[in-house]
Structure formats: structure tokens, C-alpha cells
């Protein structure tokens, strides 16, 4: 009986460890006697005890890795560190666990020679503005390079780009200066714009003025016309009234002299009389002395 009990728990303590869940994502690599048995994706496994073992655990999901600055000098023999990050997934487990000794460390040495290459070509000023071809042709080639490795290389990119201190104060020079430079087109053409709106402003302002005055002057003589208008229809309605009324020489000399007695209350000294006036006064007088002299 205790013989039993002891086998019993030896068998499980062999096989409870040989049980073996692989996660999401996750793949295991699997030796039988050495060899390459099979590669375990997600799920619940048996592992044979003695037999056969876990030869590499591997992750699936896309790994990042930013490398250590490397220093790389430029065709126009200027040093400068760069580090990189790069961007990876594992295909085939398999591969990955038998194509290289240490991926990572591979991965990370050919990333260094592909950009000492790739920057050796370029100068300086095309290395600080073509980092997108740059990222282009890294991951085209590391990624043709790792294939055999299982690994796809999805992204790389040019992290810091340093250049030599002294470069980097001639850069900051030639920056602000440059911005002082589009500092002064810019109000230069500030100042163009003000001086072409102020133009504009006078210019219409002129005009308007110049209106406003035409406006006025026409609206003036329209007015005097008016007005003389008016008087010569107040005159002609005058004459016609009376010539309507049949108005003769006697009234119209009698309507004079009343005008004469009235001037004569007047403080004016000497009075000038027409001679037709004189002619009507005259007349009047003799036919005052008539009157008179027939009521004696």
C-alpha cells in the first residue's frame, strides 16, 4: 500500500510539471531527444518526461528595441551619434530559436554596420533632412537580412541625430539669423500692406469728398433754379392777373403816385419823378382846378 502511494505521487509529481498552457501570443519550441520536435502555439500541452523539453519560449507580439547611440561620420568626414529604434516581430519561432546565436545582439549589430553604410554615403546637411529615406532603406535591408532569423522588421526609426558641438552652435547661428531674416520680410511686408491700405483710405476718402461737393453743387443749382423758377411764375401769374382784371393807364398811374406819397414820408430829400408821373400829376392838377371852378 505504501508502495503504491509512493509510485502515485511520483507520477504526479512527473507529470504535473510536464503539463505545460501556452498563453496568447506565446510559442514554445520543443526538442524530442535533441531535436526539433514541434513548436506549441496557444493552448494546453503534454511535454513527455526525459524525452523531450522546452527548447525556447518566444513572443509573438512586435518588439521595440532602441539601441545604444552609434557614432557614424558623414562623406563630408563629420563624426555624429545616432541611435536607433527598431521594430520587429517573430514569424517563425523555429528560426528564430536555431537561425542565430543571441537574435538580439544580431539584430543590434547589424542595425550599427547598415547605418554606418547608409550615412557614409550622405552628407551632413542631407543626413539632418533625409531621415525618412534613411528609415526607408534601414528597414528594407534589415529586413531582408533577418528573414532567415524568423524575424520581419516592420519599422525603424532615427531617434537623436548629434552632431559635433561645434557644428551644432554653427546650426543655432545660421537658424537665428535666418529667422531674423524672415523677421524683417515679414514686417517689410507689413509695413507694404499698411502703406498700400493708408492709400487706399485717402484715395477714397478723396473721392467720397469729391462727390459729397458734386452732390452739394448740384443739389444748390437745382435749388437757385427753383427758386427763379418760382419768381418768374409768381411775375407771370402777376401779369396775368392783371391783364385779367383789365387794369388801365389811370389805375396803374394812381397805384404809382400812391407809391410817390409814400416815399415822400420818407427821409430822402429829393424825390425823381419819371416824366410820365409828371405828365399824370399834371393832369390831375387841372382837373382838380376845373372841378373847382365849376362850384363857383
Given amino acids: 500500500m505504501q508502495f503504491l502511494i509512493i509510485l502515485l505521487v511520483i507520477a504526479v509529481l512527473i507529470i504535473i510539471p510536464n ?3 501556452v498563453s ?65 516581430q517573430i514569424t517563425d519561432p523555429k528560426l528564430y530559436t536555431y537561425g542565430v546565436d543571441n537574435p538580439l545582439n544580431a539584430i543590434e549589430n547589424l542595425t550599427a ?14 543626413t539632418l533632412t533625409s531621415r ?8 528594407a535591408i534589415l529586413d531582408e537580412a533577418t528573414d532567415p532569423w524568423g524575424v520581419k522588421v516592420t519599422r525603424v526609426e532615427l531617434k537623436n541625430i548629434l552632431p559635433p558641438k561645434d557644428i551644432q552652435e554653427s546650426m543655432e547661428k545660421q537658424m537665428r539669423a535666418e529667422r531674423e531674416r524672415r523677421e524683417l520680410i515679414l514686417k517689410a511686408e507689413g509695413e507694404k500692406k499698411s502703406s498700400i491700405l493708408i492709400a487706399e483710405g485717402e484715395k477714397q476718402s478723396v ?6 461737393k458734386k452732390e452739394a453743387q448740384i443739389k444748390m443749382a437745382e435749388g437757385e ?8 411764375n409768381a411775375e407771370a401769374e402777376g401779369i396775368r392777373f392783371i391783364k385779367d382784371a383789365k387794369a388801365d393807364e389811370s389805375v396803374i398811374a394812381l397805384k404809382s403816385l400812391e407809391a410817390l406819397k409814400e416815399i415822400a414820408h420818407g427821409e430822402a430829400n429829393k424825390i425823381f419823378i419819371p416824366t410820365e408821373l409828371q405828365s399824370i400829376a399834371t393832369l390831375g392838377t387841372t382837373f382838380h382846378e376845373m372841378t373847382k371852378n365849376e362850384k363857383k
Fill in 19 to 21: 503539463i505545460k498552457v
Fill in 24 to 88: 496568447q501570443a506565446e510559442a514554445y519550441v520543443i526538442e524530442r531527444i535533441g531535436s526539433y520536435h514541434a513548436t506549441w502555439k496557444n493552448g494546453i500541452h503534454f511535454k513527455i518526461p526525459f524525452l523531450e523539453r522546452v527548447s525556447g519560449r518566444v513572443s509573438l507580439k512586435e518588439i521595440v528595441k532602441d539601441f545604444a547611440p552609434q557614432p557614424v561620420i558623414t562623406k563630408d568626414n563629420v563624426t555624429m551619434q545616432i541611435d536607433t529604434v527598431v521594430y520587429f
Fill in 113 to 126: 554596420t547598415t547605418l554606418r553604410n547608409i550615412i557614409g554615403d550622405l552628407e551632413l546637411d542631407q
Fill in 132 to 139: 525618412d529615406i534613411i528609415n526607408s532603406k534601414m528597414r
Fill in 207 to 212: 473721392i467720397l469728398r469729391a462727390e459729397a
Fill in 225 to 232: 433754379a427753383d427758386a427763379i423758377l418760382k419768381i418768374k
